[in-house]
């Protein structure tokens, strides 16, 4: 009986740290129709520069948030999003404007700063 409640409280816990595909495909869907500018950036947790472009992409999320969405995908659990957007290396960040139209792709690691003028120029003010 022990090991039941120990095994259900263990499968919780992985579902709700572990968003399912479905969950990251909505989320770049909602982001791309949102009639505001987006930031979706491809990575993997075993990638150094991408553990450092998540660092940067947690605080412009919160930094642009209600003015611009930041979906973060990782490429190895969200292979379906990867593929339709034709990912090869990561970290991949790709910038859409309000119109949910890619005006550009960055490849590599991209400081704070620099994804904030992206943002900005795209009109996340």
């Known amino acids: 009986m022990m090991h039941q409640a120990l095994f259900a409280l263990l ?3 992985v579902v709700l740290t572990a968003p399912a595909r479905a969950d990251t ?3 770049v869907r909602a982001a791309l129709a949102s009639g505001e500018p ?3 950036e491809f ?3 075993t990638c150094s520069q991408c553990k450092r472009m998540k ?3 947690d605080g412009v999320s919160r ?3 209600g003015r611009a969405h930041v979906v973060q995908v990782n490429v190895n659990r969200d292979r379906d999003v990867t593929r339709q957007f034709k990912i090869m290396v990561i970290p991949t960040l790709v910038f859409f404007d309000a119109g949910g139209r890619e005006v550009g792709r960055s490849y590599g690691f991209m400081d704070e700063v620099k994804v904030a003028r992206r943002l900005h120029d795209l009109g996340a003010r």
């Open 11 to 13: 499968i919780t816990a």
């Open 25 to 27: 495909a909505s989320a």
């Open 38 to 40: 987006a930031l979706i």
């Open 43 to 45: 990575g993997a947790e």
């Open 55 to 57: 660092v940067v992409l």
């Open 63 to 65: 930094r642009y948030q």
